[in-house]
C-alpha cells in the first residue's frame, strides 16, 4: 500500500470524523456558553435561554461522544523516523549558530554534512563533494551577487 492511498484511507475513515467530533463538541461548547447569557430558569419555569442550553450542551455531548468512539489515528499511520527529522533540524541550528562566527562556508558545510545524516545510507566521499560545492555555489550566490552580509570564514 502507497502512502497516497494510505493517507486518503486514514482521511476518510478517521480523520474527517475526528474533525467532525471536535467541531460538533467546540460548535456546542460556544452556543452554551452564548445561551447561557439568556434567562435560563429552571424546569418548571423555563426561561427563553432553556432549550438552546439544552440544545448545545446535546450537541456538545454527541460530539463529545464520538470524539471518544474514535480509534486514535496514529494506530493506522507508520511510525515517525526520528532520525531524518533530527538530522535536519540540527543541520539548520548548526547553520544559525555558526554564521555568525565561523563564516558562510564553515557553516554551510557543517549544515550540509549534518542534513546528509538523514539519509538511510550517506555515501561520505560525495557528502563532502556536495558539502564543498553547495557551500561555495551558496557564498557565490548570496553574499558575492546579493550582497548578504557574511563573511566566507569566521
Not at 471536535?22 to 447569557?37: D, E, F, H, Y
Not at 450537541?59 to 538530522?87: N, Y
Not at 556536495?130 to 563573511?151: E, K, M
Request: hydrophobic share 60%; with cysteine; aromatic share 10%.
Amino acid at each position: 500500500m502507497d502512502i497516497g492511498s494510505l493517507l486518503i484511507k486514514v482521511l476518510k475513515q478517521h480523520l474527517l470524523p475526528l474533525l467532525s467530533a471536535i467541531l460538533l463538541l467546540l460548535l456546542g461548547l460556544s452556543a452554551s456558553v452564548i445561551a447561557i447569557s439568556y434567562d435560563v430558569g429552571s424546569f418548571t419555569r423555563m426561561g427563553p435561554g432553556f432549550v438552546p442550553l439544552a440544545l448545545a450542551l446535546s450537541l456538545a455531548l454527541l460530539g463529545g461522544i464520538i470524539l471518544l468512539r474514535e480509534r486514535p489515528v496514529s494506530e493506522l499511520l507508520p511510525p515517525v523516523e526520528w532520525r531524518p527529522f533530527l538530522a535536519v533540524i540540527a543541520g539548520i541550528l548548526t547553520w544559525v549558530i555558526l554564521v555568525e562566527t565561523a563564516g558562510f562556508f564553515i557553516a554551510s558545510a557543517s549544515q550540509i554534512i549534518l542534513c546528509a545524516l538523514a539519509l538511510p545510507n550517506p555515501k561520505w566521499r560525495s557528502i563532502l563533494f556536495f558539502a564543498l560545492a553547495l557551500s561555495l555555489s551558496g557564498y557565490l550566490i548570496f553574499v558575492l551577487q546579493l550582497g548578504v552580509p557574511l563573511n566566507a570564514f569566521g
